[in-house]
């Protein structure tokens, strides 16, 4: 029996063993990282808005400055039995105020735009009779010795030029407050307005009206005409040619309180008449009203017709008017509905038939109203647009001067 010792089986297989151990040892490890798995879960919070309370100054409200009056509209009492209709509804047309401060008249100014684009008419103007519609209004009116008849007139023979004054004061002051208007007045060589720009008729500018004229041609006195400047005519000659220029001292109490004289400067009339021409008496009005002012409706009363070079040539009208045309598309453009219209009235001199002042406006005015679309009137009769109070002041002067002049 041999006492030798036995060999362990790991110790007789050594590396072999090492082996088995190291497969067993990695095959637990795979199968522990098998078993393990990463999840990486984002969990994401609901968003949440929480009202914050803000504290607002109050502003404490003003009074209105300007009272307000309300009326108590009483509650309306409804019937009973109530009855549907199929009504045709017409939409109304608003019509502005016609000025109706002269009576008579004849014809009426077409054309879009201001006030009657937003569907309103513009106001119908009755200028001893010439009737016009416009919201921009020039009037160029006539106060000089024709008017009042001739250089040797009386209170009685003046009465034309005081009710002339007087109807063209009503006129003014029955103006819509929305009318824009401008008056100037003219004598052959002098042409003289009351404001250098349109004014608002606003009962302000309206009564700037009445005291302007207000001491215009007075019935009684020594005198010739509101044209006769005295001392005054070195200054209203000085400011024609720098329009525009005051003159209000110096004047004699029978003008215009104030003065704006205007003439057409030579360079402007030029591009409008023959070299070396120029407009006087009532084209220089019409003129000034054109290039300063932009009416679309212009207004003269005349006593007779004058062009701007030599009386006599019945082609003067249609070169005036003419000129005229060439105003209005350098001042208003080519669109023919914006031009403005010139209409006139013409008066018959006291003591003078009719006919003649109507061959005055058919022959020679014809192409200036005619030519813009305007009317033409004549007045007759001044008396005709007296007030009951005038027409006994007439009276009273026929008794006392006839007809005779001084």
């Not at 110790?11 to 190291?22: E, G, L, M, T, Y």
């Amino acid at each position: 029996m041999s006492n030798k010792p036995k060999k362990r089986f790991f110790a007789n297989h050594s590396k072999s063993s090492a082996v088995v151990i190291s497969l067993v040892i990695h095959a637990i490890l795979i199968v522990v990282a098998l078993s393990f798995v990463a999840v990486t879960v984002i969990q994401r919070e609901d968003n949440q808005f929480a009202g914050k309370q803000v504290v607002r100054p109050r502003k404490q409200l003003k009074k209105l400055k300007v009272p307000v009056k309300i009326k108590k509209q009483r509650k309306p009492k409804l019937r009973k039995r109530l009855v549907a209709k199929n009504l045709n509804r017409k939409i109304p047309e608003i019509q502005m105020p016609e000025i109706t401060g002269i009576k008579g008249g004849i014809g009426s100014m077409g054309g879009d735009g201001g006030v009657s684009g937003i569907g309103f008419s513009m106001p119908e103007i009755d200028f001893f009779g010439a009737k016009a519609k416009g919201e921009k209004v020039v009037f160029v009116v006539h106060f000089g010795p024709m008017t009042g008849v001739g250089l040797d007139a009386t209170p009685y023979t003046r009465m034309t030029a005081y009710i002339i004054r007087k109807r063209l004061e009503d006129m003014v002051v029955s103006m819509p407050e929305y009318t824009l208007f401008n008056v100037i007045s003219y004598y052959v060589y002098d042409a003289v307005a009351i404001a250098p720009s349109m004014m608002l008729a606003t009962a302000d500018n309206k009564q700037k009206v009445v005291n302007w004229m207000e001491s215009v041609n007075p019935l009684e006195g020594n005198y010739d005409n509101c044209f006769d400047w005295k001392g005054a005519r070195q200054s209203i000659n000085q400011a024609k040619g720098n329009w525009p220029t005051l003159v209000d001292h110096g004047l004699p109490f029978y003008s215009l309180k104030w003065a704006y004289p205007y003439q057409v400067p030579q360079k402007t009339a030029g591009k409008y008449l023959p070299e070396g021409k120029n407009y006087i008496h009532w084209s220089r009005g019409v003129a000034w009203a054109i290039l300063t002012q932009k009416p679309d409706t212009i207004f003269v009363l005349t006593t007779n017709y004058v062009d701007s070079w030599g009386l006599g040539d019945d082609g003067e009208p249609s070169k005036i008017m003419a000129s005229y045309k060439k105003m209005f598309m350098d001042i208003y453009g080519p669109d023919k509905k914006t031009w403005p219209t010139i209409n006139v009235v013409v008066l018959t001199n006291a003591g003078a038939g009719s006919q003649g002042a109507y061959n005055v406006l058919n022959s020679q005015f014809s192409p200036i109203w005619k030519g813009t679309k305007g009317t033409g009137s004549v007045i007759e009769d001044i008396s005709e647009y007296m007030t009951e109070e005038e027409k006994e002041l007439m009276h009273q002067y026929r008794l006392e001067y006839g007809t005779s002049r001084k």
